[in-house]
């Protein structure tokens, strides 16, 4: 065996030492470095990038037309208190009430990829605290009912009439609303107002003579 | 930061750009090391060359290390990685399967490709019995199913389920990894040299 084949056995078996020392000192490095809490779900960046979307709200007329599609991706998701959701709530909904987003049973619904879920309270309010909350910890597809159930009643359950004066669409928008609030179980018709023509008497057409002016006296007598 | 697909600092589109290129450069590799014969990948069964195990091992730690290094830095989010999901008899079985192939084949799928790639006549053989293997799996699948599927246990880590530090568990993987290396050249040394 040469010199040289030692030193070069000698100079491989160092260099592994060294590699194996790096990495331990590496990997121990890990265990020693000090740790610092780190913030769950997006980044903050990322989170006021969405904030500032407007892009998490639905109208109500377009998500009455999803419903009325059956949109299979829907679902619903009432953040009020459960008190009020069983007085009144969109048909299908299902209750997560805002203080129980996190709870073990409830989450799972918010944490998901599958469907389109829509939050909704009487105003826009505290779905879009659900919704904040939900963001922040990444959760996916997750929208507003724009105006809330509030809005939800003054579109589709009692629209405005359009005035007379108005386009073509707001024409068929109304028309849309009301049909889609027949298909959610309501009877427009009956909320709305009446207007009784009135029978106006026919006016007489009256001719007056215009009446001579008294000629003012001129000069005297 | 990162992942940076995920987090749209580029286009999802690059995902196959990247994966040619990391292709390519990892079966040049490969071969480059002599991981395309099968003499020496089976070496590690026989004791006469732990070449595989030494570098799977070492890319491992590297990449281990270097990722919660990055995550420490903030660099990148280790959250938002993929974790493959565990179905433990699944993975019970089809390990035992690819052991004994690998054993008997002398190649793993990846190395196969390679040996292929500079043609060579076992590698190409492998390949086709893979394919057939493909096939029948295929074929079998409905029968195969509930094992296929039953025990899925989730996306589980060692530190999430054994409620350990993962540090710690890097640290005790590194020592393992280096001791394994000292082992293994150990019983080269005594195993009679093979020369391929």
């Keep these: 065996m040469s ?39 997006i980044s903050p960046e990322l989170f006021a990038k969405n904030i500032l979307s407007t892009e998490r709200y639905i109208a109500s007329d377009q998500l009455a037309d999803r419903m009325i599609n059956e949109d299979p991706v829907l679902l619903l998701v009432d953040t009020r208190e459960s008190e009020e959701f069983r007085n009144f709530t969109l048909p299908d909904a299902i209750n997560i009430p805002l203080s129980e987003i996190f709870s073990d049973e409830l989450n799972p619904y918010l944490n998901q990829d599958i469907y389109d879920i829509i939050l909704f309270s009487n105003d826009n309010f505290t779905a879009e605290q659900a919704w904040m909350l939900s963001t922040r910890m990444g959760y996916q597809r997750l929208y507003i009912l724009d105006g809330g159930l509030n809005n939800w009643f003054a579109t589709i359950i009692q629209p405005e009439l359009p005035k007379e004066t108005m386009s073509q669409e707001a024409f068929e928008l109304y028309s849309f609303r009301k049909a889609a609030g027949k298909y959610f179980g309501v009877a ?6 009446e207007v009784k023509p009135v029978k106006k008497a026919p006016v ?18 | 930061m990162g992942p940076i697909i995920p987090n749209e600092l580029i286009p999802a589109e690059w995902n196959f750009v990247f994966a040619i ?14 991981f395309s014969s099968s003499r020496k990948l089976v070496g590690v069964f026989y004791g006469y060359d732990f070449a595989v195990l030494k570098v799977f091992l070492t890319a491992t730690m590297v990449a281990v290390i270097g990722l919660h290094y990055l995550d420490y830095l903030n ?44 043609g060579k006549i076992d590698g190409i053989v492998f390949t086709i019995g893979l394919f057939i293997g493909i096939l029948i799996f295929s074929e079998s699948f409905l029968w195969l199913q509930p ?24 640290f005790i993987f590194t020592l393992i990894a280096l001791l394994a290396f000292f082992v293994s050249d150990m019983v080269r040394k005594r195993v009679k040299k093979v020369f391929y």
């Design chain 1, 3 to 41: 010199a040289t084949y030692t030193t070069k056995k000698i100079l491989v078996k160092r260099s592994y030492q060294i590699l194996a020392l790096i990495l331990i000192v590496l990997a121990g490095g890990l265990l020693l470095i000090p740790k610092h809490p780190k913030h769950e779900g």
């Design chain 1, 188 to 193: 427009n018709d009956t909320l709305e107002i």
């Design chain 1, 204 to 221: 007489k057409k009256v001719i007056t003579k215009p009446k001579k002016k008294k000629r003012m006296p001129e000069g005297g007598c």
């Design chain 2, 21 to 34: 290129l990391i292709g390519i450069a990892f079966g040049f590799i490969m071969e480059a090391s002599g």
């Design chain 2, 75 to 118: 660099w990148i989010n280790m959250d938002q990685l993929f974790v493959q999901p565990t179905y433990l008899w699944a993975a019970i079985v089809g390990g035992f399967i690819m052991g004994v192939g690998f054993l008997a084949g002398g190649f793993c799928p990846g190395t196969s490709l390679c040996a292929v790639g500079i």
């Design chain 2, 147 to 170: 094992l296929y599927e039953n025990s899925f246990l989730g996306h589980i880590t060692l530190d999430e389920t054994l409620n350990v530090s993962p540090y710690l568990i890097i």
